[in-house]
Nanobody, 126 residues
Framework: QVQLVESGGGLVQPGGSLRLSCAASGFTSGMAMGWFRQAPGKGREFVTAISASGANTDYAESVKGRFTISRDIAKNTAYLQMNSLKPEDTAVYYC????????????????????WGQGTQVTVSS
């Protein structure tokens, strides 16, 4: 059974940084991964994605140049490095995964993902 567990959220001042982790279990390969977020009163929003091979990434325009997704395949863990954080980045951040045979493909739609973590709160405030 695939399980995803996020960690690393918290309270940070504007301009600060956080690194989120997503520890995956129940699979060893063939999973593309992504991060989504949901702010109060809003829908779930795509943030970034990484292919199963780790070679390709995709970002929402709102986070390009500030956020970086990566993965350690040996540790079965994905990371989201968030720099230059803004108050509008405040949300619950979710890790997601989907099985794929296309190693280089990224997935940006939340309905494309089969597995989700429980979410971790990120609050950007002074």
């Amino acid at each position: 059974q695939v399980q995803l567990v996020e960690s690393g959220g918290g309270l940070v001042q504007p301009g600060g940084s956080l690194r989120l982790s997503c520890a995956a279990s129940g699979f060893t390969s063939g999973m593309a991964m992504g991060w989504f977020r949901q702010a109060p009163g809003k829908g779930r929003e795509f943030v970034t994605a990484i292919s199963a091979s780790g070679a390709n990434t995709d970002y929402a325009e709102s986070v390009k140049g500030r956020f970086t997704i990566s993965r350690d395949i040996a540790k079965n863990t994905a990371y989201l490095q968030m720099n230059s954080l803004k108050p509008e980045d405040t949300a619950v951040y979710y890790c997601a995964a989907v099985r794929t045979v296309i190693g280089g493909r990224t997935y940006t739609g939340h309905d494309q993902y089969s597995y989700w973590g429980q979410g971790t709160q990120v609050t950007v405030s002074s």
